[in-house]
């Protein structure tokens, strides 16, 4: 699987109507939305904003506006042909004034999203199951040893209250049973599967 570093843009033009296509790095549904509420806004004088996505917790697409099946699904289908995970894509179309027809809509769409894809630079990704560790503040020094000597990754650190870990491992070791010496003091509970960097 892969996916993108970083958003890249590009554009394309054919028969005087405008594509832009942004591509944007998510990892889920609540991040694409966003991304696309922002877009919609800062296009909104577009004739489309057509969307695909394909993130940790699902995938859709929408054509907005133009013939079922003309945009969205094409996009995504270049994101699936391409084995790309964590993904969202927004094509921008300023219509000028020549009619494309259904087929020359498909072809429009999944050129503009196959150019973005061009420009960015690509990244491995493989599904980890991700652990959550929680502790107190006077144990960091245990935990952060057992992370190193493990090579576990930490993919989200918080400080509140307690201490919390978001820890993955690349051999996919079993999370649970290194920390089981620690029971009563280190609490390592199962968090979800997520698409992550290669580690």
């Known amino acids: 699987m892969k996916t993108i570093k970083n958003p890249v843009q590009s554009e394309i033009n054919i028969k005087k109507s405008q594509f832009i296509c942004s591509l944007f790095p998510t990892k889920n549904k609540k991040e694409s939305k966003e991304i696309i509420q922002k877009l919609n806004q800062q296009y909104s004088d577009a004739t489309h ?89 006077s144990d960091i020094k245990i935990v952060d040893n057992e992370v190193r000597n493990n090579n576990l990754e930490s993919i989200e650190k918080e400080y509140s209250d307690k201490v919390t870990y978001c820890v993955v491992s690349k051999n996919n070791l079993d999370i649970e049973k290194i920390f089981e010496k620690y029971s009563g003091k280190v609490n390592v509970t199962f968090k979800n599967k997520q698409f992550l960097e290669k580690i």
């Open 49 to 137: 904003n057509c969307t695909a996505y394909i993130v940790n917790d699902g995938e859709g697409f929408d054509d907005d506006g133009e013939p079922g099946g003309t945009a969205g699904k094409p996009m995504i289908n270049v994101l699936r042909k391409n084995e790309l995970h964590n993904v969202t894509a927004v094509v921008t179309r300023y219509f000028g004034g020549i009619k494309l027809g259904a087929g020359g809509l498909v072809r429009a769409y999944s050129k503009s999203v196959m150019e973005a894809i061009g420009e960015a630079e690509i990244l491995e990704i493989e599904e980890y199951d991700v652990y959550k560790i929680t502790f107190e503040y």
